[in-house]
């Protein structure tokens, strides 16, 4: 019959998967394109996706990947909104047999629990913005301040790691204030009016550093209300690349950013299809890029081609 036939081919195609995506939320441009490219990614396929947001919230997350085992899917993915407390779902994914690709963040919990990781080395992303800072300002004395991405994710912690490393043996460069603006704009924008506030209206404050393009496009508003030039009175770097900051480096307003790509999926499902069809396992981690933008790359022209991308 027509079933069995369907039934004797379909363990091969990947045409015939479902696939269960835990999306963290839309807190930022960049997420926002990745989740565009994830479904476009599955279209291309023929893969089905079940998606799920999860409004920021890990419980959410551990909600959908649940259903996603009780649904039977063939495979999940998830970007966990932070590092810490996935083990014991990730165990019951394992026990179901459904393999786990992690996006774009990374995870506390024993390699064994997922298949593979897609993400970018957010350690040296951190490293790119700080020593692109270092190289910019020379011996010149500079005052730091810090927008950092969520609370407890991998990209906010490791973005850190990076830029701190990067500035180490600099004693001209100082990291004066540090706080959290959850990878959003309006955050971005909150947290960085209280900086210039506390430095002197901004006067004291030599550069900005943004854990995500999002946030640094907040904070530009922000030192424009407060009458100051970003990108000249305060330097502005970050990381994505999303086509804003592309925007704001034509006005003159940012100064440097760090790509990453949106199309996580792409290889995650490259190495889904491999590892469900020939049994070939993937490697652990599979890392994408990390390339620095400034002005004197046409932005303009970056900008173009990002447009139409996901963004
Ligand atoms: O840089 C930021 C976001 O997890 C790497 O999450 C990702 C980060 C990205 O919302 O914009």
Redesign the pocket.
């Known amino acids: 019959s027509a079933s069995v036939i369907a039934l004797g081919c379909s363990s091969a195609m990947a045409a015939d998967l479902t696939v269960g995506f835990s999306q963290i939320g839309s807190?930022?441009g960049?997420?926002a394109a990745e989740t565009s490219v994830t479904k476009l990614e599955a279209e291309k396929r023929g893969i089905e996706l079940k998606f799920a947001d999860a409004q920021q919230k890990q419980e959410n997350q551990i909600k959908a990947i649940r259903g996603f085992i009780a649904q039977g899917v063939d495979a999940i993915l998830v970007a966990p909104v932070v590092a810490t407390g996935w083990e014991d779902v990730l165990t019951e994914a394992k026990e179901a047999e459904i393999p786990v690709i992690l996006l774009?963040?990374g995870v506390d919990a024993p390699q064994d629990l997922y298949l593979t990781s897609v993400a970018?080395d957010q350690v040296k992303e951190g490293r790119v913005a700080g020593e692109w800072l270092a190289t910019t300002v020379g011996d010149k004395p500079c005052k730091v301040v810090e927008l950092q991405?969520t609370v407890g994710s991998t990209?906010a912690i490791n973005r850190k790691k990076g830029f701190e490393e990067a500035i180490a043996g600099k004693s001209n460069i100082s990291i004066a204030r540090s706080q959290t603006g959850d990878?959003t704009r309006a955050k971005g924008k909150e947290v960085m009016e209280g900086f210039l506030k506390a430095e002197n209206g901004g006067k004291d404050i030599c550069a900005m550093y943004a854990h995500?393009d999002?946030m640094a496009v907040g904070a530009i508003q922000a030192i424009k209300d407060a009458g100051l030039k970003p990108g000249t009175d305060i330097l502005v770097v970050s990381?994505?690349a999303v086509p804003d900051i592309f925007a704001a480096m034509v006005a003159g307003e940012a100064n440097a950013t760090v790509e990453?790509t949106p199309n996580m999926a792409g290889p995650a499902f490259d190495a889904l299809d491999a590892f469900l069809k020939d049994g070939k396992e993937p490697e652990k981690f599979i890392i994408t890029e990390s390339k620095l933008y400034t002005p004197a790359d046409n932005p303009q022209g970056e900008y173009d081609n990002r447009k139409g991308l996901g963004y």
């Open positions: 807190e930022s960049w997420r774009d963040r970018s991405g990209p990878f995500n999002d990381i994505d990453l």
